[in-house]
């Protein structure tokens, strides 16, 4: 017998195996990528937030530091800036034009003397009642 007639009969075909780890790969990568993505748009989120102009923030901190020795411009100031507030609540609006009313004598002539005590006191009721 010649090696190339033997037979053998146990030796099977070769046959085709599924290999899925390609597809593994794809679909880890897709949720990595996805993921990263999604936290990208969450950081956006976050720093769009964090640097958002805030008006209402703006106004308080322009009431709290005007400087009332210049009585004219702080009138017309706290008119302004404090009608941002006016519409939070009745007890705000309420307060609003009571302040408004004070201020009128202020603001129309051309020599006014400082603030009394009274209006003094409605301004700084009114700046606490502010919420931001």
């Known amino acids: 017998m ?6 053998l009969h146990d030796i099977k075909p070769i046959i085709d195996i599924q290999e899925y780890s390609f597809y593994y790969f794809l679909g880890v990568s897709f949720l ?3 993921l990263v993505f999604a936290l990208g748009y969450l950081l956006y989120l976050w720093f769009q937030k964090k640097n958002k102009f805030n008006i209402r923030k703006e106004h308080k901190k322009i ?12 009138a017309y100031a706290i008119t302004h800036y404090g009608a941002t507030f006016r519409n939070d609540s009745t007890r705000h609006e309420q307060s609003y034009h009571n302040l408004v009313s004070r201020l009128e004598s202020y603001k129309y002539k051309k020599a006014v003397s400082n603030l009394d005590e009274e209006t003094l006191n409605y301004f700084e009721l009114y700046k606490e009642m502010c919420d931001v």
């Open 2 to 7: 010649q090696p190339d007639e033997i037979q």
């Open 32 to 34: 990595a990528l996805l």
């Open 63 to 74: 009431l709290s530091s005007l400087d009332l020795h210049d009585t004219k411009k702080s």
